[in-house]
């Protein structure tokens, strides 16, 4: 019994006694101590969806909004203003309409690292023609970019504008 617990104080000691060189300072967080509150960034357009263009069209986003690889970017469709409160009332895309005739289209969008494609999405056998100037012209997007590990570890519901809102500068 006597061997184990000297053999034991001499691990303790040995292990704690050990002393190095300190290794490289880590990088700033942002944990809200330091004056930084926001994790998200949004920008928003208001453009035109011709036929010359596909119904379709590209916004390059701003060098102001620093991005990364793993960045998660969504949009949103400003669809209308509360009759009550006047707010502005935002979906997020795709959303799907139904027209006066039956068919249905859809407000859609992708992205690549620095780029947003909004376009009006549709069966092959769509009428693009029958598009109304309400649907297609001074549609105004918001586009929101959030880190994706923020988003992972809050599960955050990004289909909530209202919630998504709270962590974008």
């Known amino acids: 019994m006597r061997k184990i617990a000297i053999l034991l104080f001499a691990l303790t000691f040995i292990l704690t006694s050990c002393t190095g060189d300190q290794g490289p300072p880590g990088f700033d967080g942002q944990d809200g101590l330091d004056g930084v509150n926001f994790v998200g960034q949004s920008f928003e357009r208001t453009i035109d969806f011709l036929p010359e ?39 997020l895309i795709p959303q799907t309409i139904f027209t006066d005739s039956g068919e249905l289209f859809q407000y859609n969008y992708d992205y690549s690292f620095d780029e947003v494609r909004l376009f009006i999405d549709a069966p092959a056998n769509f009428d693009f023609n029958n598009l109304s100037t309400a649907a297609t012209l001074n549609q105004t997007f918001r586009i929101v970019v959030l880190p994706v590990d923020f988003v992972n570890s809050t599960n955050l519901d990004i289909t909530n504008y209202d919630d998504v809102m709270e962590f974008v500068e």
């Open 53 to 91: 263009n596909n119904y379709e069209e590209y916004i390059v986003i701003p060098s102001s909004i620093d991005l990364y690889d793993t960045d998660m970017t969504l949009a949103y469709i400003l669809w209308e203003q509360d009759p009550v409160t006047g707010n502005d009332v935002w979906r």
